[in-house]
């Protein structure tokens, strides 16, 4: 119903205003919410094919929130592991539960990668235990493990805590504000959604502007070449492209190094791209 009678396919609709935290937002339809570890959202993503002759590309950037984190808070061990090219999630199980890497269980580096996501959205114990399936006085004790060996992390959410209830927003790293109107509120919950948003809006946003300086970028690159590759899709953080099967190679080199020189933070960035015949096989 929604396919366009002149092309025969279907084009979201891209709105720059609407999300709080400056991304994208999709609808008519929205593609931004298609689940990619449903059987059923990923047969949705086979719908999207490419013609013949092309294939789909899809390419993200590598966890860029918690790169945003580092970059941010500037603590020392999550800025070595990323600069060193080490799994966080491993580097983070080994620091909460005392292990070397090398010992990490998988479960354990399941939790690791709960607690390192989890606190970016400034998760609670209690939300963390509800996740994990475990108790809160655990999910407490994972915390503070975590904070004692990231300290800079621990400085950074206080830090913006407190400005953010001074000034009434928040910036990302490019210096975009995002205001946050319940910081002061005298309601409990809207308050402490307020205070979850000033810690990680600043990432959510950064991650925004990041995905949009690339969308630039890629574009001009691709009219000064004049390739025949269409950038036709963003969600979130990951682009998405029809390219001539000529172009494949050139895509899978080019695309993922222009995405990582859009900004110079101080850990790399990474982005990684996948090639299939459909969105789902591109992953």
Partial sequence: QLA???????????????????RLSSNDPNLQNIPIRTPEGRRVREAFVAPAGRVIASADYSQIELRIMAHISGDASLLRAFTEGIDVHRA????VFGSTPDQVSSEQRRYAKVINFG???????FGLAKNLGIETKAA????ERYFARYPGVKAYMDETK???????YVETVFGRRLYLPEINSP?????????????????????????????????DVLDAEKRGTKM??????????????AEVEWVRTEIPRIMASVADLKVPLLAEIGVGPNWDKAH
């Fill in 119 to 125: 606190l970016i959205y400034g998760m609670s114990s």
């Fill in 92 to 95: 983070t199980a080994a620091e």
């Fill in 187 to 219: 309601n409990g919950p809207r308050r402490g959604g307020a205070e979850r948003a000033a810690i990680n809006a600043p990432m959510q946003g950064t991650a925004a502007d990041l995905i949009k300086l690339s969308m630039v970028k890629v574009q």
């Fill in 232 to 245: 036709i899709m963003q969600v979130h953080d990951e682009l998405v492209f029809e390219v001539p099967e």
């Fill in 140 to 143: 407490a004790s994972y915390i």
């Fill in 4 to 22: 366009n009678p002149r092309t025969g396919r279907v084009h979201t609709h891209y709105a720059q205003a609407v999300a709080v935290t400056g």
């Fill in 162 to 168: 407190a400005s953010a209830k001074e000034q009434g």
